[in-house]
């Protein structure tokens, strides 16, 4: 079985600052994919950043990045020079051989940047 | 550019009154899913295809049944919508080769009001 554990409900930040979100994950499987997802008020779910079990090397798109340490199961999201429209929903999410790929999902941290 | 689209956005039904939410894609993904998220929740995975076949989460309610009758298009119905069924439901899809390909692709997501 997998699992995503999501630890921080809520997070403030201030505009132009860096926040980190914290994500860990627990799996048997030696192979599995790391998401994270974006969820504004309007609830579609928009994609961020992937990780690979295999990558060696930290996932990077834009302003995300992601803070891989396969030894500890972290998968930290980390979001550079905070934007107001940063605010929203954040969900970390992996798929996996034994889970037959299904995402299964943490249970969210909000964010809210402040001005 | 819309590649999962669901329809529609906002519906409002009366207790206990079939109701029919529809999904449909342009990805040609093998695999499609039905969650239901709260408020303030991590998306709870109802049910999924792959291909024609159909997987059932052992705790989906016998209230909600689901359709796919071809790649594109796949239907979420609630027999008799209570009070409790008010959420926001979401369809994705995905292919399952694996790594990246893992990926869940969401629709806006209908958001069901029960009167």
């Known amino acids: 079985a997998q699992k995503i554990t999501q630890t921080q409900p809520g997070m403030f930040v201030q505009e132009k600052e860096a926040v980190t979100l914290d994500c860990t994950y627990d799996?048997?499987?030696?192979?599995?994919?790391l998401f994270w997802y974006k969820q504004p008020s309007s609830g579609e779910m928009i994609f961020l950043i992937y990780?690979?079990?295999?990558?060696?090397q930290n996932a990077t798109e834009g302003r995300y990045s992601l803070n891989f340490q396969k030894a500890r199961k972290s998968a930290n999201l980390v979001i550079s020079a905070s934007q107001l429209g940063d605010s929203a929903m954040y969900f970390c999410?992996?798929?996996?051989?034994?889970?037959?790929?299904?995402?299964?999902f943490g249970r969210g941290t909000s964010l809210i940047v402040h001005p | 550019d819309a590649m999962v689209i669901q329809n529609p956005r906002y519906q409002v039904t009366q207790f206990g009154k079939p109701v029919t939410l529809s999904c449909s894609q342009t990805?040609?993904?093998?695999?499609m899913y039905w969650y239901q998220q709260k408020s303030s929740q991590a998306p709870k995975l109802l049910f999924h295809?792959?291909?024609?076949?159909?997987?059932n989460e052992a705790d989906t309610p016998d209230n909600f049944q689901s359709r796919r009758p071809n790649t594109s298009f796949c239907f979420l119905d609630i027999r008799s919508p209570g009070l409790g069924d008010a959420a926001m439901y979401l369809c994705?899809?995905?292919?399952?080769?694996?790594?990246?390909?893992?990926?869940?692709?969401f629709g806006q997501g209908t958001r069901l009001t029960v009167v």
């Open positions: 994705a899809t995905s292919r399952a080769d694996g790594g990246r390909d893992t990926e869940a692709f």
């Open positions: 799996t048997s499987d030696q192979s599995y994919g």
């Open positions: 990780q690979g079990s295999y990558d060696e």
């Open positions: 999410a992996m798929t996996s051989t034994g889970g037959s790929y299904i995402p299964t």
């Open positions: 990805l040609n993904h093998n695999v």
């Open positions: 295809y792959y291909d024609k076949d159909f997987n």
